[in-house]
């Protein structure tokens, strides 16, 4: 599980006061993955203890010879546990009933369905919590234990190396080609779960919450119809925060001739013509990256930045009923983009964008489209960042 001796040594320099703070944090940080990948090993031996068995997945629901119910907690194919586990559980680690059956469950999952990523986190390379997360975004698509492994097979080797949100577009990714049916099942689901709620603040000072659950392509458009109705209003005086701005946006949207009046100015009258509604429609702009094969066909998994992987045959409930204007394709992995000159044109921050994808800071999540191009390669001391890092280029080297 763990040598006692690492440990031993890892805590004197935690404890040590003439140690350089940033080991000491080191060491602090692998005593965490060291203790939690620990908890949830000693929690999979209770597992087999209290029933797991390997070689007879197929318990009824009914007492076995010991008298005990055994029930199955995580995904088909995973093994059945006591059903009193999760009071044990809970009990021990102080938390709720809840809370103690949700580790089981993922746990479960992690070492039948998915073992190396289990084998990463008992390694010591990726931390528990998002371990859980590669399970639990696997299972929303009841995958079959075959499926299961295969997602875990594309997605392991990038744990520890990534941020927890470009590992969830992974095993996204992962499921759209190995399940495209299932996904596109668990789409139906989604659109068909559709729904609007407003609640009121529990003293109600005039504020009211609103959660939505819509349609992608008219989630984008409302995203841009809020932020040009809250610059609109910053241009006529209004000094709040963008913020304010937006939710102010937002009710302005419930009178569609006065959200009209503002998005289209030069209105005159109450008609509503097609042409002036799409004179008042402010422009979302999407960007999809697929393979040429993909694009070719007609299937396979494309990227919308802000989204994540999408079937192809999805983009068009993406895009909806947007105007789409078609940019030239920039293809990486040829000859860079220069130029001589000192302003940076629009295509060598187009390739650099596409280049990295994502911001070159160790498990950053931040897509590099929002970020600053320039000086991306700055003198950081060796010692602040591990050499499993991607996309680092050292110093010296």
Not at 128 to 133: D, E, K, L, P
Not at 199 to 219: F, K, L, P, Q, R
Not at 261 to 280: E, I, K, N, R, S
Request: hydrophobic share 45%.
């Amino acid at each position: 599980m763990f040598d006692i001796m690492e440990v031993a040594a890892a805590t004197r320099l935690v404890a040590s006061a003439t140690a350089p703070p940033i080991d000491r944090l080191r060491a602090a940080a692998w005593l965490r993955l060291v203790a939690e990948a620990a908890e949830v090993q000693v929690v999979a031996d209770l597992a087999h203890t209290m029933g797991w068995d390997r070689d007879h997945l197929d318990y009824e629901f009914e007492p076995d010879e010991r008298g005990w119910r055994m029930i199955r907690m995580g995904h088909d194919g995973t093994p059945l546990v006591d059903e009193t586990l999760p009071l044990e559980v809970a009990c021990a680690r102080q938390t709720s009933v809840g809370v103690a059956t949700e580790l089981i469950r993922d746990i479960v999952d992690l070492d039948t369905l998915f073992p190396e990523t289990w084998a990463a986190v008992q390694a010591h390379r990726v931390q528990v919590w998002q371990a859980r997360r590669v399970a639990h975004t696997a299972g929303v698509y009841d995958l079959t234990p075959a499926e299961a492994q295969a997602v875990d097979q594309r997605v392991a080797p990038l744990l520890g190396r990534i941020g927890v949100k470009r590992v969830t577009n992974l095993v996204t990714a992962a499921v759209l080609e190995i399940a495209p049916d299932k996904a596109r099942d668990e789409a139906r689901r989604c659109d068909a779960a559709r729904r609007v709620d407003l609640h009121t603040a529990v003293v109600d000072n005039g504020t009211t919450y609103v959660e939505a659950c819509v349609d992608t392509a008219d989630a984008s458009q409302l995203e841009a119809s809020l932020n040009r109705l809250a610059d609109v209003l910053r241009h006529q005086g209004d000094t709040s925060d963008r913020d304010h701005r937006r939710a102010t946006a937002l009710g302005i949207l419930a009178t569609p001739l006065r959200a009209l009046a503002l998005l289209a100015p030069d209105h005159a009258g109450p008609a509503l013509t097609p042409a002036l509604v799409a004179a008042g429609m402010p422009s979302a702009t999407v960007y999809v990256h697929l393979a040429e094969a993909n694009l070719a066909a007609g299937e396979g998994v494309a990227r919308v930045e802000q989204l994540g992987p999408v079937l192809v045959d999805r983009l068009a409930a993406i895009i909806g009923a947007a105007r789409i204007r078609v940019t030239p394709v920039i293809r990486i992995g040829g000859a860079e983009p220069v130029v001589d000159q000192y302003e940076i044109p629009q295509s060598i921050r187009d390739a650099v964008v596409l280049r990295d994808g994502w911001e070159v800071f160790p498990y950053s999540s931040r897509e590099a489209r929002r970020l600053d191009a320039d000086h991306t390669r700055r003198l950081i001391p060796r010692a602040v960042w591990p050499d499993h890092a991607r996309g680092v280029v050292w110093p010296g080297r």
